[in-house]
């Protein structure tokens, strides 16, 4: 049974909310990926968002583009934890589809993440489930940690061979 659910309105976005779905299977996390438009299938996007919950999601990760109401959509329909991602677009670079999830009224929270972050709107989804789940949570410690430890190998590098040295290995 998927704990997270990935929405998009469009195959377009799959490049970018398929980075999510790879950070959940990295942490072994169910999930459920799914391209429902708000506008154009209107009846079954509220099917899925209001059963959600009792499909036993515990998270939706949801991507805007250009109109962006799939996020807030997600949030006034399912009650717990919605997550935006933000697309980049042709006409605003995202700003318009980051502000739009970033703008919801008093009473429907979306969390937002960086313009094209599914990657991050994955992490986020397993800290949220983190929560309750401590083997989940030690995973999450040692994911922090590797990245830790790839930071401090780049930085002995570039100590070792300078800033010259260092780009000519790249």
């Known amino acids: 049974m998927p704990l997270v659910g990935i929405v998009m309105g469009s195959d377009s976005d799959m490049a970018v909310m398929g980075k999510a779905a790879a950070i959940l299977e990295q942490f072994g996390i169910s999930y ?4 429902i438009s708000a506008h154009r299938e209107p009846d079954l996007f509220f099917e899925y968002a209001k ?4 499909r ?6 949801a991507g805007a583009g250009m109109a962006a109401h799939l996020p807030g959509m997600c949030a006034a329909l ?15 670079g995202g700003r318009d589809s980051l502000y739009s999830i970033l703008q919801m009224p008093t009473g429907i ?18 800290r ?6 401590d083997g989940l949570l030690k995973k999450l410690e040692d994911y922090a940690a590797a990245m830790e430890a790839q930071v401090k190998a780049k930085d002995e590098r570039l100590q070792e061979k300078g800033f010259r040295g260092y780009a000519q290995d790249e």
């Not at 059963?51 to 009792?54: E, T």
């Not at 036993?56 to 990760?61: N, R």
């Open 32 to 35: 459920e990926m799914r391209i």
């Open 51 to 54: 059963g959600a919950k009792d």
């Open 56 to 61: 036993g999601i515990k998270v939706l990760i």
């Open 78 to 92: 399912f009650p717990l934890p919605v997550i935006g991602v933000p697309m980049h677009t042709t006409s605003l």
């Open 109 to 126: 929270p979306v969390a937002t993440v960086a313009i094209g972050g599914a990657a991050n709107a994955g992490l986020l989804a397993a």
């Open 128 to 133: 949220i489930l983190a929560v309750a789940d």
